[in-house]
């Protein structure tokens, strides 16, 4: 209807056109002005109608677009749903649990939390032509904190024993803990898992395997005379903790994958913009205060401490090879600054030895080993004399205490006294404790509802 609108005004417009053209020839000019009033109101009927065209096929096409992203919207939610009946009955159980309200509130604090550092583990996995789904695993293991610690020793975003760290050289000392280090960690873990797949050939094999050991599941296999998993986990081979870790894990990929069904609500991460993803290494092989080198180089101090979080003390470790990490765009000055031998990176204490006083006691207080200020100040023995100053690194504040080495293992006692608003699920993060071990230690089920007034167990850090 527009469009016959739009050709009969262009019509009359060509008319008019020509009879003001032979107005001109014959020298007619009482009815031109007429002419070219009438002219002009064609001329803006027609905007008028090519404007209303133009806003109708805008919004055929929104509806076009709208239309296209219902169907998607619709294929996923039909897709989400045939694949959680697919699953097995111990992933449909975990599902269940996992998508409650309290559980889901949990899930999107956690997914939010994973932004620092998932651009990170999304590409290393991309590049290791892993299942993208593993960026998932933190979220089960510490719910991607760094500093998370389990009753049983195991530490960092990937939960390292001590005694499996080796193989991916990563170093505890009394300068450091890797198993804080979310890149090192990262990449170590990956490996593990890769060695697992490639050694076991399953994937759910191959995660049991990174929960309770490749050994260990090496040896359920054989006894049970079967790698299917789900036999193994039906039949009582398995300890409880593997036995739901599988499930588990696959419940909340799941879930998560599935966001917008299960109405979850958390970012997505930009590998272009995170910190996490645009940084540089410089290898250092002496003492470095980050406070300082941040101030040197006008980078923000707790940016250095993001990039560096093994460090006890935010000072690098004088005898051994670090990696420091920095922004992208500071390395070339960052990396002079280091070229100065004469720029000092690192303060000192500086301390006159009176009676009484040993270097046991020095190193104690200040929180430094012996050796280290025997370094510092050349000393080739352990005796001091009164009178004599020593130079004592700064790596603390020791007014404060703060910096202490990280604690060895976690006891359930403490009391905490539940208020209106208290589940397990946002206490264990208030805690830094996986839901379950809560639950555990409190007798409890995960969606249990807390009775207000009453106490229950809370983790206590013990050095």
Known sequence: MINKSINKHLLIKIFLYAILSMCACFKITSQEGEIQSEIQNIEKQEEILQQEVELIQEVGLSQEVEKIVQEIQIEKKNNAEEE???????????????????????????????????????????????????????????????????????????????????????????????????????????????????????????????????????????????????YLAEKGFLKTETKNYVPKFLAISHILDNKDFYGLDFPEPNEETDNCTNFEEIPVKRSIDLGILAEKSDIEKELLTFYNPSLYYNVTPPDTTYNLRIPKEKKEEVQTLLASSNLPLIKYHVYTVKSGDSLYALSKHYEIPVSEIQKVNKLSGTIIKIGQKLMIPAIKDVAKFTGAKQPEKVVFNGKHKVTEKDTLWNLSLKYNVQVEVLAEENNMKIDDILRIGSEIKVPIIEL
Request: proline residues 3%.
């Open 84 to 230: 959680a009946k697919n699953f097995h009955p111990l992933v449909q159980k975990q599902i269940e649990q996992y998508t409650s309200n309290f559980a889901k509130d949990w899930l999107n604090t956690v997914m939010t939390e994973s932004l620092k550092y998932r651009a990170f583990v999304q590409k290393t996995l991309e590049k290791n032509n892993m299942p993208k789904n593993l960026q998932y695993l933190p979220v089960i293991e510490s719910s991607y904190k760094i500093s998370a610690l389990s009753k049983s020793g195991a530490y960092g975003m990937w939960q390292f024993m001590k005694n499996s760290i080796a193989p991916f050289n990563i170093r505890i000392n009394s300068w450091m803990d890797e198993r804080k280090d979310p890149w090192l960690t990262t990449k170590a873990a990956i490996k593990k898992l890769k060695e697992n797949y490639d050694y076991l050939g399953s994937w759910e094999l191959a995660l049991a395997a990174y929960n309770c050991g490749l050994g260990a599941m090496t040896r359920t296999i054989k006894k049970a005379g079967s790698s299917d998993f789900w």
